[in-house]
């Protein structure tokens, strides 16, 4: 696992935790905020997906 994988792990934790927040507590902005989040996080693991591969190849 590399720095971008694990930092994508942590914010599509950090999204979801949000998210859950929201909606407990009713708060739709939270929720939205926590959702961007969540996806924020998925694209960064995905880069250090591609970026694992990569070196892989090598």
């Known amino acids: 696992m590399n ?6 792990h942590i914010e ?6 949000k998210e859950v927040a929201g909606i407990i507590l009713e708060d739709s902005d939270l929720e939205q905020e926590g959702h961007v989040q969540k996806q ?3 694209v960064k693991s995905v880069v250090g997906d ?7 190849a090598q």
Do not use: H, P, R
Request: glycine share 14%.
């Open 3 to 8: 720095k971008d994988q694990i930092k994508g």
């Open 12 to 17: 599509t934790t950090k999204g979801k935790v």
């Open 40 to 42: 924020v996080g998925k």
């Open 50 to 56: 591609i970026k694992q591969t990569i070196k892989d």
